[in-house]
C-alpha cells in the first residue's frame, strides 16, 4: 500500500484545515486507518484513528476539535481540523492504525501561527 497525504498549509491560531490521504490498493477498505503527526524532536504519535465499521477514535489532545472520516469507495482519508492549536504544529501521515503495518509516506506540513 502506498500512502500520500496532502491538503496541510499554514493557518492562524483557531483557524481550520482539512488535510487527505490517497491510498494505493484494494486492501485499504478493510483496515483501520490513522492520522499520525511528528512535531520536531517527537515521536511520532496516533491522534486519530476510525475503523472499517467507521467507528472513530481520538487523542485526548485533539478530542473535540478533530474529526476523522473515510471514504473506502475512493480509498481515501480525511482529518477535518477546527479550532487549530500552535501545539497542533506537525508533519500529518496517514497509515493503517493503531498499528502502522505499511512504509511511511508523504507526510503533509501543517503549521498553526498564534
Known amino acids: 500500500v502506498q500512502l500520500q497525504a496532502s491538503g496541510g498549509g499554514l493557518v492562524q491560531a483557531g483557524g481550520s484545515l482539512r488535510v487527505s490521504c490517497a491510498a494505493s490498493g484494494s486492501i485499504f477498505s478493510i483496515y483501520s486507518m490513522g492520522w499520525y503527526r511528528q512535531a520536531p524532536g517527537n515521536q511520532r504519535e496516533l491522534v486519530a484513528w476510525i475503523t472499517s465499521g467507521a467507528r472513530s477514535n481520538y487523542a485526548d489532545s485533539v478530542k473535540g476539535r478533530f474529526t476523522i472520516s473515510r471514504d473506502s469507495a475512493k480509498n481515501a482519508l480525511y482529518l477535518q481540523m477546527n479550532s487549530l492549536k500552535p501545539e497542533d504544529t506537525a508533519v500529518y501521515y496517514c497509515?493503517?492504525?493503531?498499528?502502522?503495518?505499511?512504509?511511511w509516506g508523504q507526510g503533509t506540513q501543517v503549521t498553526v501561527s498564534s
Open positions: 497509515n493503517s492504525a493503531p498499528s502502522a503495518l505499511w512504509s
